[in-house]
């Protein structure tokens, strides 16, 4: 194959990932948005907890979470492994934020 004939594939490839890159950075920040709405409702839930005597760490809503989640990790064709590590980061800060939140109106124990 001469070099000539290698370059156009070397061109259609850039630009593909070029594309792949694009369609990317798009996707993050479609997860940021997505991301901040969601700390917008741990926001709430942080104001509501307290009055409830709900606790921020609520073991059987993290169950909750983790197997919906899982649920559709699997049916959208996401890896479960990563589901798992992501959802439960998320669910980590999310549990200290709303205990940042909530400082001394923070009930003890779960609920």
Same mark, same amino acid.
């Given at each position: 194959?001469?070099?000539?004939?290698?370059?156009?594939?070397?061109?259609?490839?850039?630009?593909?990932?070029?594309?792949? *890159?694009?369609?990317?950075?798009?996707?993050?920040?479609?997860?940021?948005?997505?991301?901040?709405?969601?700390?917008?409702?741990?926001?709430?839930?942080?104001?509501?907890?307290?009055?409830?005597?709900?606790?921020?760490?609520?073991?059987?809503?993290?169950?909750?979470?983790?197997?919906?989640?899982?649920?559709?990790?699997? *049916?959208?064709?996401?890896?479960?492994?990563?589901?798992?590590?992501?959802?439960?980061?998320?669910?980590?800060?999310?549990?200290?934020?709303?205990?940042?939140?909530?400082?001394?109106?923070?009930?003890?124990?779960?609920?």
């Amino acid at each position: 194959m001469s070099k000539a004939a290698a370059e156009p594939d070397l061109k259609a490839m850039q630009d593909e990932m070029s594309d792949v *890159r694009r369609i990317i950075d798009e996707l993050d920040d479609e997860l940021v948005a997505l991301l901040a709405k969601r700390q917008r409702q741990i926001e709430r839930a942080a104001k509501v907890k307290p009055a409830l005597g709900i606790p921020a760490r609520v073991p059987d809503r993290v169950d909750e979470v983790l197997a919906r989640v899982l649920g559709a990790a699997r *049916r959208d064709g996401l890896s479960v492994e990563v589901a798992m590590n992501l959802w439960t980061a998320i669910i980590e800060w999310s549990i200290q934020y709303e205990e940042r939140l909530m400082g001394d109106r923070t009930p003890k124990g779960d609920a």
